[in-house]
């Protein structure tokens, strides 16, 4: 994959890059994946020990810090093998650290099957539970170095088509990126096709006015929801709103009209069960989930208005069978624990267990009211 991101670099040459601000900076990664037969789709296998063992974990192969002209230079050659020169865009959310958002990316482009050039855009997040106030403000500083991003992509003659996947707060920093673009453009370009937003971290009435400043022909746009997710309850709780787009009911209004009259499509993924406890990150774990994001969505095939019934067979077929994590990480408001060091691993992972007791108990509040 290729990575465009606004950390700064690390100390530590064997980390890359830190959970610090930093100015827009470019790296080329491989990972190695375990072999399908020994691992489940939706599944992220980190090594318990270094260096990690091929057929069991994920495995960085290789890492290449560029500059954007060798950025340049190698994703053209990305694209040129890539059938309808597509490109996969992937904005990871709150407590990811480098390496979370790498794995998580490398995770879901394998199991989508999407026939893609991924790039990865990572912004800078400390990866801790008690950084949200620093993550959300890093979205901001990030905000204009995606939408050049945007611009860049959506202007290169060697591009067909991009879409776009963001979790959590990593939809905030699309959505203003997109609107930014919006506004200095007219219009966001035709060749930016999808944006899919899993569980957005984002107020709905804020979302409402992002939208609105989006004029122009729009691209498809798809919201993936869940009531029962915790950690947006959380999240509203912290901000003091009525409601996150993530955890909405889409067939309640005025949800439902305004959805309809702005053509945003919603797959309802509420009675899907994961691993995941705290049920914020059913799009990647769900081995159904992310098949159709890369059989529909990154093919060219948009959910229209029969995405309700497609909601409903989908969860008719993947309530309670989907494969579970079954880790500390999936107590966490991100992807995997960091991989790079097993101590801080460990320490992370016990910090979770803790805070999770904590959401959960918040999460349960939040769901009464």
Do not use: C
Not at 119 to 126: G, Y
Not at 274 to 300: C, M, W, Y
């Amino acid at each position: 994959m290729l990575v465009a991101t606004t950390r700064a670099a690390d100390q530590d040459r064997g980390i890359l890059f830190s959970g610090e601000r930093g100015t827009p900076s470019f790296a080329e990664i491989t990972v190695s994946m375990p072999p399908d037969s020994a691992r489940k789709v939706g599944e992220v296998q980190w090594p318990s020990r270094l260096p990690g063992n091929p057929e069991t974990d994920f495995v960085t192969l290789k890492v290449d810090r560029i500059d954007k002209a060798e950025a340049l230079t190698r994703f053209h050659k990305m694209v040129q093998r890539t059938p309808k020169r597509r490109v996969l865009v992937f904005i990871h959310g709150f407590n990811n650290r480098f390496e979370d958002a790498v794995y998580r990316f490398a995770q879901i482009a394998h199991d989508s099957r999407a026939n893609a050039v991924p790039v990865l855009f990572t912004w800078p997040s400390r990866g801790s539970v008690f950084a949200y106030g620093y993550d959300r403000e890093s979205g901001n500083y990030s905000r204009s170095a995606l939408e050049n991003l945007f611009q860049g992509l959506a202007r290169d003659p060697s591009v067909g088509e991009v879409s776009i996947l963001a979790h959590s707060m990593g939809n905030w920093v699309t959505l203003e990126a997109l609107r930014q673009m919006a506004i200095r453009n007219g219009r966001i370009p035709a060749k930016i096709a999808n944006v899919m937003l899993a569980a957005p971290d984002v107020d709905v009435d804020v979302f409402r006015s992002q939208i609105a400043d989006m004029e122009g022909k729009r691209p498809r746009f798809t919201v993936f929801v869940s009531q029962d997710d915790k950690a947006l309850a959380v999240s509203r709780r912290v901000w003091g709103s009525t409601a996150r787009l993530g955890a909405i009911d889409p067939d309640a209004e005025p949800y439902r009209t305004q959805l309809a009259a702005a053509n945003i499509a919603v797959l309802n993924l509420s009675k899907l069960r994961t691993g995941d406890k705290l049920n914020h990150g059913k799009f990647a774990e769900s081995p159904e989930v992310v098949q159709l994001i890369g059989s529909r969505l990154i093919e060219g095939q948009p959910i229209t208005d029969s995405h309700v019934g497609l909601g409903d067979r989908l969860i008719q077929v993947t309530a309670g069978t989907a494969s579970a994590v079954g880790t500390a990480a999936s107590l966490a408001v991100s992807a995997p624990i960091a991989i790079v060091d097993p101590n801080t691993r460990r320490n992370l992972a016990d910090n979770t267990e803790e805070l999770g007791r904590s959401l959960r108990d918040a999460g349960d509040a939040a769901t009464a009211e």
